[in-house]
Each structure stands twice: as structure tokens, then as C-alpha cells.
């Protein structure tokens, strides 16, 4: 599956914004979605994931009640849903897809087959 992450751009401070990710050519049936991100210098950083089968999702502690996840099958697409955003999410925020990932493992990057090319995410202060 080809995955394309858009939506990315600079944001305010307290400010909301929403990413997407499509799968080309494909579907997200049958795969588990994540969310991750990677600022300049740092290492790439789980944000949130939903599972597949079903629509359980999981998420960072530090995040928890800012981002949610959610997925419009329709649509063919993941989105990521950011709000109260601050200076320190500011980084290249990636989507991901498994066909693999049990629940637990979904904040693991090793976990995920398919990335998509990345959206930067820059909150000013």
C-alpha cells in the first residue's frame, strides 16, 4: 500500500490542524494505521495509532487528549487530528501501515511496512 500524508503547515499556538493520510492504489482494510512524528535532531516519536480490525485506538501518554485518530473507510483515508498545539510539535509528522501490528505493538515503529513521505508540522510560538 502507497501512502500519501497531507494537511501539514504553520499553525499558531493553541491552534488545530488536521492531517491526512490516502492510501494510493489501495485500501486500509486489513491494515493498522500510526501516526508518527520526528523533529530536527530527534528520534522518530509514536503519536497515535488505530488498530485493524475494529477501530481501537492508542496514543502517547504525553498526547493523550490533544491528538485523536479516526478512519473514514469511504474516503480511503487516516486522519490525525491535532489540537492545543504547541511549539514542541513541531516536526515532520509520518503515517504508517501494518497488516501485522498486534495492539500492543502499534506504537512501534519496526512494527509498520509502509510510510508514507512525511508533512511538516511548524507551531509558532
Known amino acids: 500500500v502507497q501512502l500519501q500524508a497531507s494537511g501539514g503547515g504553520l499553525v499558531q499556538a493553541g491552534g488545530s490542524l488536521t492531517l491526512s493520510c490516502v492510501a494510493s492504489r489501495s485500501t486500509f482494510r486489513g491494515y493498522s494505521v500510526g501516526w508518527f512524528r520526528q523533529a530536527p535532531g530527534k528520534e522518530r516519536e509514536f503519536v497515535v495509532g488505530?488498530?485493524?480490525?475494529?477501530?481501537?485506538?492508542t496514543g502517547a501518554d504525553s498526547l493523550k487528549g490533544r491528538f485523536t485518530i479516526s478512519r473514514d473507510m469511504a474516503k480511503n483515508t487516516v486522519y490525525l487530528q491535532m489540537n492545543s498545539l504547541k511549539p514542541e510539535d513541531t516536526a515532520v509528522y509520518y503515517c504508517a501501515a501494518s497488516s501485522r501490528a498486534i495492539y500492543s505493538m502499534l506504537g512501534v515503529p519496526s512494527s509498520y511496512d509502509h510510510w508514507g513521505q512525511g508533512t511538516l508540522v511548524t507551531v509558532s510560538s
Open positions: 488505530i488498530r485493524w480490525p475494529g477501530s481501537t485506538t
